[in-house]
């Protein structure tokens, strides 16, 4: 009768591990698609930027009203328009950071996150 309780015992404990084991997984994975700007990447939230190509390398250039929208949607998550203005799309785009960073300003948002560290860049 012991060994069929202690067999039992392990049973319990052998289906407690399992239900951790996977439990922990599907939080792993779950925190690994949350990156800065949710479960989007930066590279592919870059592409939204389209419009800012030109005021993003000219500080000079207009920045037109489609850019300035699509920056007032990303700047509602300063991180996730951090990660953007820096990813691997801006860059091989010929984005520079620190042009790019001056296009919330640029556009007259009230609500831009002015003073946020973006790498080694502060929006104004």
């Given at each position: 009768?012991?060994?069929?309780?202690?067999?039992?015992?392990?049973?319990?404990?052998?289906?407690?591990?399992?239900f951790l084991v996977i439990l922990?997984?599907?939080?792993?994975?779950?925190?690994?698609?949350?990156?800065?700007?949710?479960?989007?990447?930066?590279?592919?939230?870059?592409?939204?930027?389209?419009?800012?190509?030109?005021?993003?390398?000219?500080?000079?250039?207009?920045?037109?009203?489609?850019?300035?929208?699509?920056?007032?949607?990303?700047?509602?998550?300063?991180?996730?328009?951090?990660?953007?203005?820096?990813?691997?799309?801006?860059?091989?785009?010929?984005?520079?950071p620190d042009v790019a960073i001056?296009?919330?300003?640029?556009?007259?948002?009230?609500d831009r996150p002015v003073g946020?560290?973006?790498?080694?860049?502060?929006?104004?």
């Amino acid at each position: 009768m012991n060994c069929i309780v202690e067999m039992g015992a392990a049973m319990k404990y052998t289906c407690i591990l399992v239900f951790l084991v996977i439990l922990g997984c599907a939080g792993f994975n779950g925190v690994i698609g949350a990156g800065e700007c949710g479960k989007s990447s930066p590279d592919r939230e870059a592409f939204k930027l389209a419009p800012c190509a030109m005021a993003a390398q000219d500080p000079n250039a207009d920045v037109s009203s489609q850019c300035c929208m699509q920056v007032k949607k990303l700047g509602q998550n300063p991180s996730c328009l951090c990660a953007v203005m820096l990813s691997n799309v801006a860059k091989s785009s010929g984005i520079k950071p620190d042009v790019a960073i001056t296009i919330p300003k640029r556009c007259n948002l009230a609500d831009r996150p002015v003073g946020y560290k973006c790498g080694a860049y502060t929006l104004p």
